[in-house]
């Protein structure tokens, strides 16, 4: 069996859990998630937990076990405590500010850069530390919204300034050699 395809997903209070069939409906204080999952992945409510099986060892049912309940996990904790990825910008001039609900980033442009959020995203930009939070119940949708903002105005590796995640370690090139060193 999986390691982590075996362990059961707890169901914390105030978050319903409709399973019918491979169809999953997550319904909790954020919002609401809903996934069909594959017909060869077994998810049955035991009490308060999800318990995930598969009927054989066929690779392919393998890999969808780990997947299956790592899945219903995020949906889980998306509904009841939601998810949040922060960008850090970096730029002599750079910053990030809100528009309303929009993010505007002014990133070296002639222009700035506006970015509306998807439905169950919002954005906070704080001009102290220079970081824009991306927070949503959508674990998939949180990323995606947040590598598209990185996309914007990627780190470049010779000064490291643009967009890039908190902790993110960004490979630097060396410049030019020095003048005059071949004659």
Do not use: C, W
Request: aromatic fraction near 6%; avoid cysteine.
């Amino acid at each position: 069996m999986s390691r982590i395809g075996r362990l059961p997903v707890e169901i914390p209070s105030g978050v319903t859990v409709d399973v019918k069939g491979s169809n999953v409906r997550v319904n909790g204080p954020k919002g609401e998630l809903q996934y069909v999952f594959s017909q060869q992945i077994g998810i049955a409510m035991d009490k308060d937990q999800l318990v995930i099986t598969r009927g054989s060892d066929d690779p392919a049912q393998r890999a969808l076990h780990g997947t299956t309940r790592a899945l219903l996990a995020n949906m889980i904790h998306g509904v009841s405590k939601g998810f949040e990825v922060v960008l850090e910008v970096d730029g002599v001039g750079y910053r990030a500010e809100l528009d309303g609900k929009k993010l505007a980033l002014y990133v070296g442009y002639s222009h700035p850069v506006r970015i509306e959020p998807p439905a169950g995203i919002s954005f906070e930009a704080d001009q102290k530390t220079r970081q824009i939070k991306v927070i949503g119940f959508d674990k998939e949708l949180v990323g995606q919204t947040a590598a598209n903002i990185r996309n914007v105005r990627p780190p470049e590796p010779y000064h490291g300034k643009g967009l890039h995640y908190l902790g993110e370690r960004i490979r630097r090139k060396a410049g030019k050699a020095g003048k005059g060193a071949v004659k």
